[in-house]
């Protein structure tokens, strides 16, 4: 059981590392080759400073509120699942707060091979713009 203890304080650290930018701590977390990032809009990375960058021109800052987590063991390999909300502000500054998220890690030896990234914030767009057309 410790190993999948480790597991979720690998996942939370990496979450709290880019949350602050901290590129060299996230790095740190995962695996030195064949990274995989999958976010909304299936946006695929390998490299942890293209997330960052893709994500400036959404945000001026963004967070995460993990409210649950969840390890397991399939196939061999460690794989956690974090859900929460986010917050932070659009790129034009207006903030934003409590849209949905699901993490979905698989690590390899200790570190994170793979995260694929589901959220609500493109219906928190769509939602934002009806309320501007109103």
Do not use: C
Not at 78 to 101: K, S
């Amino acid at each position: 059981m410790i190993q999948l203890t480790q597991a979720i304080d690998t996942v939370t650290t990496y979450i709290a590392a880019m949350e602050r930018r901290d590129l060299d701590a996230a790095q740190a977390l995962v695996v030195p080759e064949g990274l995989e990032l999958v976010f909304p809009g299936n946006r695929r990375f390998s490299e942890l400073s293209a997330v960052v960058a893709n994500s400036s021109g959404r945000y001026q800052r963004i967070g995460k509120r993990v409210t649950g987590h969840d390890a397991w063991e399939s196939d061999g390999r460690v794989r956690v699942m974090v859900t929460g909300t986010l917050y932070g502000q659009w790129h034009d500054g207006t903030a934003f707060e409590d849209i949905r998220f699901v993490d979905w890690f698989e690590l390899e030896s200790g570190k994170i091979a793979r995260q694929h990234v589901w959220n609500d914030t493109g219906e928190a767009i769509i939602s934002a713009l009806k309320r501007a057309e109103a």
